[in-house]
């Protein structure tokens, strides 16, 4: 996760009440994803950012997660993402933001 992504996230979770903030992922990869979840509920991994050492312990899903997919608009969700589900891994994709939600996430839907 990038910087200014990492900033954005930090100055949410200062003006909103970060009980009620849910963070979306849509990662093409697990390992990245999985670094992206914790980085946003356990702190920056890397300690290179603005949320190193910061343990926001956000609500984290990744976007195939059913929870996400019953949310969402039917026809946005087959104009804008139901291409990527055939091309990428959703199963391997929400496992992995699943597991770093399990383990650090204070917050939940």
Do not use: H
Request: some cysteine; hydrophobic content about 45%; proline content about 4%.
């Amino acid at each position: 996760m990038d910087l200014q992504n990492q900033q954005r996230i930090k100055d949410a979770a200062e003006k909103y009440n970060p009980e009620e903030l849910v963070v979306i992922l849509g990662s093409s990869d697990a390992e990245g994803a999985e670094i992206y979840a914790e980085t946003v509920a356990n702190g920056d991994p890397t300690f290179a950012g603005p949320l190193a050492g910061v343990q926001l312990g956000l609500c984290v899903y990744d976007i195939f997660e059913e929870e996400i997919r019953a949310e969402a608009d039917t026809a946005a969700w087959e104009e804008q993402i139901s291409m990527m589900e055939m091309v990428l891994d959703p199963e391997a994709l929400s496992a992995a933001v699943a597991a770093m939600r399990k383990e650090f996430s204070k917050y939940s839907l």
